[in-house]
Structure formats: structure tokens, C-alpha cells
């Protein structure tokens, strides 16, 4: 039988899990020769999140934690890359995704595609016409594809400095 899992707001004792997630998961994109960064993050900014109720968990039955993820709904004043990634005119309600993070052992086993639908209805509930955004190093083939079966659709690739980033856009229904 598999375990049942919850996506909900992160709490403020877990704030600590997080950064520990976000550190371990950064090591190991690091030993895997991925340029992708997503951490560290401060403690502070982690604690401005879950107070904020704009930090996620994703939890199986008995408590145990198994991933983080931060989303926020945002502005053009407060995310000026909403106009730079031509989407300031196309979504109405404009959801920042960033940071999704899962337990290095546990990746592989479609935990992530699970903690996203469970991320979308979650947010469905609160807001129904929020529009999820994202972004990643657009050389990174195998996150673009794990974010196109995960329901997200390509906007575009965009240069920064020495790079592209790839954008996804998705509704929460």
C-alpha cells in the first residue's frame, strides 16, 4: 500500500528542514556537475516565506517530510520579470514558483509531479484563476521535461548574462 501524501504550508519548526532540504539537494546538483543553482537560502528569508504561508511541504502519512517549495503570487512592481519574460499582459493572476526541492533519495519516484498537482489544487482552493510561472537554466534538459509532463507549458527561453533560462507557465485547474 502506498503512503498517503499531503501538500500543505510549511510550519515555522520546519523552517530549519528546509534550509537543511535545500542545502543537501544543492550538494548534490553540485556532484552531479549541474550548473543549476537553487540555494542556500538564508534562515530569515526561509522564516519570511512560511510566515507569509508562500512556503510548502510536501509530507507523507506519519509526518515525515519529503519536500519544500516556495510559490507567491507577485506583481510587476514586486517581479520585474514578468515584463522581461513577456508575461505582464498575459497572466491575470501571476504565481511565482521557485525552489522546489525534494529529498535527494526519494527523487526519481514521481514525488515531484505528485507535489505539484497537489501544489495546483491547493492553490485552486484560494485562488482559481492563479496562473503558476517558473523558470530554469534552459540548459537543463531534464527539468524542462519533467515540468512539461508535470502539466507546465515552455513560454519561452530567455538570455541572462551567460545563459537562458527556459519559462513554464501553468493554471491551477
Not at 61 to 87: C, I, R
Not at 111 to 126: D, E, H, P, T, Y
Request: hydrophobic share 45%; glycine share 6%.
Amino acid at each position: 500500500m502506498e503512503a498517503s501524501l499531503l501538500v500543505r504550508p510549511a510550519r515555522p519548526n520546519e523552517v530549519s528542514y528546509i534550509v537543511d532540504l535545500i542545502d543537501r539537494v544543492q550538494q548534490r546538483l553540485i556532484d552531479m556537475g549541474s550548473l543549476q543553482v537553487i540555494g542556500p537560502i538564508p534562515q530569515e528569508q526561509v522564516c519570511e516565506y512560511v510566515a507569509s504561508r508562500t512556503a510548502f511541504v510536501l509530507e507523507e502519512d506519519g509526518g515525515n517530510l519529503l519536500g519544500s517549495v516556495f510559490v507567491s503570487p507577485v506583481t510587476v512592481e514586486t517581479f520585474p520579470f514578468l515584463v522581461k519574460w513577456q508575461l505582464a499582459d498575459t497572466l491575470e493572476h501571476p504565481w511565482f514558483l521557485r525552489t522546489l526541492a525534494l529529498e535527494p533519495a526519494q527523487q526519481g519516484r514521481g514525488l515531484g509531479l505528485q507535489f505539484l498537482i497537489g501544489l495546483k489544487n491547493l492553490l485552486a482552493r484560494s485562488d482559481p484563476r492563479a496562473m503558476i510561472f517558473l523558470d530554469c537554466w534552459a540548459a537543463n534538459t531534464n527539468l524542462r521535461a519533467f515540468y512539461t509532463r508535470a502539466g507546465f507549458k515552455l513560454h519561452g527561453v530567455f538570455p541572462e548574462h551567460d545563459y537562458s533560462v527556459a519559462v513554464f507557465t501553468s493554471p491551477v485547474v
